[in-house]
Nanobody, 116 residues
Framework: QVQLVESGGGLVQAGDSLRLSCAAS????????MGWFRQAPGKEREFLAAIIRGGGSTRYADSVKGRFTISRDNTRNMGYLHMNNLKPEDTAVYYC?????????WGQGTQVTVSS
């Protein structure tokens, strides 16, 4: 099993940047692909970005491509989401996910609020 804890959320202004962190513990983090998702009030959870186990390949949702960057440090069991040029519509709870072919795990989420 993998335990995930997100951090780094907060209240920012439009145009600001934030870096979210996802701390993993339990099974070997490097065995799992990692992704970031978000959920705004009244909306479904939305995929944002994913990175493969070794970190060599990434993909992004069109809504954040060019503004968000996913990364990971397997030596520290950490994942990151760098968010630039934040917009009010980025306001949501942000979740990290660890996924293998057999299992997946979610963190508890961290709130990001972007004021205009």
């Amino acid at each position: 099993q993998v335990q995930l804890v997100e951090s780094g959320g907060g209240l920012v202004q439009a145009g600001d940047s934030l870096r979210l962190s996802c701390a993993a513990s339990g099974r070997t983090f490097s065995s799992y692909a990692m992704g970031w998702f978000r959920q705004a009030p009244g909306k479904e959870r939305e995929f944002l970005a994913a990175i493969i186990r070794g970190g060599g390949s990434t993909r992004y949702a069109d809504s954040v491509k060019g503004r968000f960057t996913i990364s990971r440090d397997n030596t520290r069991n950490m994942g990151y989401l760098h968010m630039n040029n934040l917009k009010p519509e980025d306001t949501a709870v942000y979740y990290c996910k660890a996924e293998s072919t057999q299992h997946f795990y979610w963190g508890q989420g961290t709130q990001v609020t972007v004021s205009s």
